[in-house]
């Protein structure tokens, strides 16, 4: 489509979740193969997209500002082209086709993109907005590799996490959730095609894979299921560990569980998004579970898999909770001790269930009352949690260097993913070591290197 001469140049911005960020790849290798070259520095760029997350509070006014910012720093006679992609683009396009004052040039939803050089070149030959926002119930995407070197820049150079999606969209419609209308319905890529990705992951030197997914324990292909899929995975030599994100707590059968405590290589962590803790609201939210339910998955999952780190998601403020209602959300976080928690106030999403019958009547000061009583309870239970595993013995799998930081200390996560801060040694991010854990803060463990492989570098910056 486009020759060597008109190469034309991308700056590409990626908001919001880890599929964004997936996405992201996917499309910097549909466009490199026509041609397009993508630029760090915005200002050299021909094309500037924008990567939009539609589940953030304030979404699209962070995106008109970020659009303003652009074409006022180009300039009004700039040719710059603007593109919209992602969840945003899917919510709001009308109304972004529509406000002049914005000037986007085309828009593409999360299952168009394949079809953005012929949009671009709409954008650019013919002058005409173009878009496509089309909500697909088959594509997957699984034809393409998400763009390598990009991977590596994520990774700042050393190849240990790599994330794969695994399926697309969501059918549970909870009604605060804008996913189900920016992303569309469930659909999963064939086993096959996942492990094929995963072994050339694998071959390019990645230690760790985390599946992805809306709702990526609700994976089904044919007869194969989300258990069968990470057994699959695990068979791939040169793979340490597995883990996955973000699940629902309907779809955690038993077999899955047992394969969880079985399988050496997938990871003991499950973030098991609780929303809140009082019937009412659970059913008004329409999560399909009760509070008892809730507790009992959570019991049963500590049962199974003993050690197991949980994670979860909260919303305070929800329309119509009380604070008693909300007393049931703390009672919950304070019986299941998560490791840690995704705390968010309630805020509407453009055309969500939830903000078509439900006014939004709880006023932010309850709001930030209820989050502030949360992140507290939370940060001793997380600090708690920290201070058990002082003494004991952990696998870490080291994180790539920070570079830009330029640091004595070397991070790393242990199995349960909590984060761990080591001396910087005869070791390099990949590696997975055996540590002492030395100590606890709220939000980190401190280890030694079991073997005798650390390293001292006598500089002011060490902290030991
Ligand atoms: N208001 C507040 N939090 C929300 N989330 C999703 N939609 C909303 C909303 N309308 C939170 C949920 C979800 C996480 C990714 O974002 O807790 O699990
Ligand atoms: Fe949104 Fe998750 Fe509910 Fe799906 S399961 S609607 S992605 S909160």
Redo the contacts with the bound molecule.
């Keep these: 489509m486009n020759n060597v001469v008109t190469q034309k140049k991308v700056f590409l911005e990626t908001y919001g979740c880890q599929m964004n960020e997936y996405d992201s790849e996917l499309v910097r290798s549909i466009l490199k193969k026509e041609n397009y070259e993508f630029v760090t520095d915005e200002f050299k760029a021909d094309i500037v997209m924008l990567n939009t997350c539609a589940?953030r509070e304030h979404a699209h006014r962070k995106v008109y500002g970020r659009v303003h910012n652009i074409r006022n720093a180009r300039g009004e006679d700039s040719p710059v082209m603007i593109g919209i992609l992602g969840c945003m683009a899917t919510n709001l396009r009308q109304e972004l086709l529509e406000d002049r004052s914005l000037k986007i040039d085309f828009i593409a939803g999360p299952d168009s993109y394949k079809r953005l050089p012929q949009l671009i070149n709409e954008a650019f030959d013919e002058g005409q907005k173009s878009y496509d926002i089309t909500l697909s119930e088959f594509e997957t995407y699984s034809d393409i590799y998400p763009s390598g070197e990009d991977r590596d820049k994520h990774e700042t150079k050393s190849r240990v996490n790599a994330w794969i999606a695994v399926m697309r969209g969501c059918n549970n419609f909870c009604t605060?959730?804008v996913v189900p209308y920016t992303r569309g319905r469930e659909r999963s890529r064939s086993p096959e095609n996942v492990v094929e990705e995963v072994r050339r992951l694998a071959g390019e030197g990645y230690k760790q894979i985390t599946l992805l997914g809306q709702n990526v324990n609700s994976y089904r292909y044919d007869d194969y299921d989300f258990a069968y899929l990470m057994d699959e995975v695990s068979k791939v030599d040169g793979i340490e560990r597995i883990r996955f994100s973000s699940p629902h707590p309907k779809d955690f059968p038993d077999r899955f569980l047992d394969l969880m405590a079985e399988n050496p290589k997938i990871c003991k962590h499950i973030h098991l998004?609780l929303?809140a803790g009082n019937n009412r609201i659970l059913d008004m939210m329409n999560r399909t579970y009760t509070n008892e339910e809730f507790l009992m998955l959570a019991d049963k999952i500590k049962k199974k898999i003993p050690g197991v780190a949980l994670s979860t998601?909260?919303?305070v403020g929800f329309p119509t909770e009380t604070d008693n209602e909300f007393d049931d959300t703390l009672e919950v976080v304070k019986k299941v001790e998560f490791n840690v928690a995704f705390m968010?106030?309630?805020?509407?999403?453009q055309g969500t269930i939830a903000t078509k019958k439900y006014p939004d009547d709880v006023a932010p000061a309850i709001k930030t009352e209820r989050i502030t009583r949360l992140i507290e309870l939370q940060r001793e239970i997380t600090y708690k949690k920290n201070k058990e595993l002082v003494g004991s013995i952990q696998t870490v799998l080291l994180e790539p260097y920070p570079e830009a930081k330029n640091t004595n200390q070397m991070p790393g996560r242990t199995d349960g993913n909590v984060l761990v801060i080591l001396p910087l040694g005869d070791y390099k991010g990949g590696d997975l070591i055996q540590v002492n854990i030395t100590d606890a803060t709220p939000h980190a463990l401190k280890a030694m290197p079991i073997k005798n492989t650390c390293n001292f570098l006598p500089t002011p910056a060490f902290k030991g």
């Design positions: 589940i605060f959730c998004p929303q998601d909260i919303i968010f106030k309630y805020s509407e999403r």
